[in-house]
């Protein structure tokens, strides 16, 4: 990992350009931090279960919608291209459901 960044930084010294290395936007890569809780739930979920459900999904869905938004800030892309990909997010949502919980209330 230490020789990758070293290697970007190298690149970006000797003026190649790197998109996801835009500076004016080093604050999205915050954004993208986010997904870290959704992936922890899933992979802890999954190792839990052992199984691919769909708390898992819905986990790894979350992360991907972080993911997405960071990426069009990091690299500086156009939301008016890009917006359909948020369509067919929630077409998966729809289509991956978490299973509901049950309220403490409810009598078994």
């Known amino acids: 990992m230490v020789v990758g960044v070293g ?11 790197i998109p996801f290395l835009n500076w004016a936007n080093w604050w999205a890569w915050f954004i993208l931090l986010g997904a870290a809780w959704p992936l922890s739930e899933a992979w ?9 459900d ?15 938004v960071a990426t069009i800030f990091i690299l500086d892309l156009s939301w008016g291209k890009w917006w359909p990909l948020f369509v067919i997010y929630g077409g998966l949502c729809m289509l991956v459901r978490e ?3 049950r309220r403490r209330d409810e009598v078994r």
């Open 44 to 52: 802890q979920r999954y190792r839990t279960t052992g199984t691919f």
């Open 99 to 101: 299973p509901r919980r």
């Open 54 to 68: 769909g708390t898992v999904a819905h986990s790894l869905l979350s992360a991907l919608s972080i993911g997405m």
């Open 7 to 17: 290697l970007i930084f190298l690149g970006a010294n000797l003026g190649v350009q």
